[in-house]
């Protein structure tokens, strides 16, 4: 009896967490209708919500942005808007704080993220998975002597929250392991364990 509660959990949970998943985000998604005029929203048109109009109105508006934003005269109204918001004291602040960490995050020549790493976190002898985000800059660099990098160490089963730490290069080790791999084995609190690849004779350090 027992087997077979825990074979139908082992089915059932990763079922309901994805559609879980799914449904919230494809709701969070949908609050985009809420820009709309209401006589053009689902609602006022067919008189019932239909789940995720807005989800493929936020992805298309993503979509055409990008195709814009390529192209010379997407370029030249982007610049044109920036100095725009550059005039307003907090807007600017706000916008170009979150456009400096977007851009570091997700463009191509950015390391943020691109790295796991093996970091002794909340104390020495106690090892945990990390994420290169980048260096020390501003007046802090000053005050770090040596070799230092940043590092997000996130927190387990959900890992958007988590610790900013700067840390000696010497005491991370690099780890031969995806984002992706690292993200799961996180997730899962260490029970999806990635798949062990062979050893080099490089220095991990």
């Known amino acids: 009896m027992n087997r077979y509660f825990i074979t139908g959990l082992l089915v059932l949970v990763p079922l309901v967490i994805t559609i879980w998943v799914l449904t919230s985000l494809i ?3 949908d609050q985009s209708l809420l820009l709309l005029p209401m006589s053009w929203r689902p609602l006022a048109q067919t008189g019932y919500d239909i789940p995720g109009i807005g989800a493929l109105l936020t992805l298309l508006t993503v979509f055409v942005t990008g195709l814009i934003a390529t192209n010379f005269f997407g370029k030249r109204l982007i610049h044109f808007w920036e100095r725009l918001l550059a005039r307003v004291p907090v807007v600017k602040s706000i916008y170009y704080s979150v456009k400096q960490v977007s ?3 997700f463009s191509d020549s950015g390391q943020a993220f691109r790295k796991a790493l093996l970091v002794q976190y909340p104390r020495e002898g106690s090892w945990t998975v990390a994420f290169l985000t980048g260096q020390p800059g501003g ?12 590092v997000y160490v996130p927190t387990t089963p959900n890992p958007t929250s988590g610790f900013f730490l700067m840390l000696p290069k010497k005491d991370v080790i690099e780890l031969d392991m995806s984002v992706d791999e690292a993200l799961k084995y996180i997730i899962s609190m260490g029970v999806v364990v990635p ?3 062979p050893r080099t004779n490089s220095s991990n350090h």
């Open 195 to 197: 798949k062990t690849k």
């Open 139 to 150: 007046d802090v660099a000053n005050h770090l002597q040596g070799d230092f990098i940043s």
């Open 103 to 105: 851009d570091t995050l």
């Open 27 to 29: 709701g969070l998604l």
